[in-house]
């Protein structure tokens, strides 16, 4: 945990279906946004993570393979699924913001009914979505690796310590 930010950081391995990316990890910022939460969007927006939208998360294991992804909830609460079947559930609540590197599966599994979540991508790179056994997994392995990483971290941008965690690896 970063003391500065209260960020945590987890790991997923590749766990045979869902590809993960065992180099970067997720990193939270659990109630980094918390008093202004429904300005997430234009947060993210002026930190260089664009071609946003705002909605809810798939109840499906999905993946990106050809950027990373920032998810910041607005409002209410979501359990949402890393990682793939076998991987770790949390519970985000509004002003918490989760970073998600190419390949990390993710799927709803419950939400309140006020859940309402921002999601945006480095310097506005469009995405694709990847669901299991969809027959583009070793491609898609290939893409995840080509991912550049991002100029600048969607909540604090220079500053940001994300860009620490992921310079490193």
């Known amino acids: 945990m970063d003391e500065k930010h209260g960020t945590q950081v987890f790991y997923f391995e590749d766990d045979g279906v869902i590809p993960n990316n065992p180099r970067l990890p997720v990193v939270l910022y659990p109630?980094?946004?918390?008093?202004?939460?429904?300005?997430?969007?234009?947060?993210f927006n002026?930190?260089?993570?664009?071609?946003?939208?705002?909605?809810?998360?798939?109840?499906?294991?999905?993946?990106h393979s050809?950027?990373?992804e920032v998810l910041g909830v607005t409002r209410g609460s979501i359990l949402i699924q890393l990682g793939?079947?076998?991987g770790r559930?949390?519970?985000?609540?509004?002003g918490d913001v989760i970073v998600l590197p190419a390949g990390t599966?993710?799927?709803r599994i419950t939400a309140s009914p006020d859940f309402r979540i921002v999601g945006a991508y480095p310097n506005g790179r469009?995405?694709?979505t990847r669901i299991e056994h969809d027959g583009k997994r070793e491609s898609s392995i290939e893409e995840i690796h080509q991912v550049p990483l991002p100029d600048t971290?969607?909540?604090?941008g220079q500053e940001g310590i994300l860009l620490q965690y992921w310079s490193a690896r």
Do not use: C, M
């Open 153 to 156: 971290d969607p909540v604090f």
């Open 126 to 128: 469009d995405y694709n």
């Open 31 to 43: 109630g980094a946004l918390s008093e202004k939460a429904e300005w997430s969007e234009s947060i």
């Open 84 to 86: 793939g079947s076998s």
């Open 89 to 94: 559930s949390f519970d985000l609540q509004a």
């Open 46 to 63: 002026s930190n260089g993570w664009r071609n946003s939208w705002e909605n809810g998360v798939f109840d499906y294991h999905h993946y």
């Open 105 to 107: 599966g993710h799927k």
């Open 66 to 68: 050809n950027t990373h």
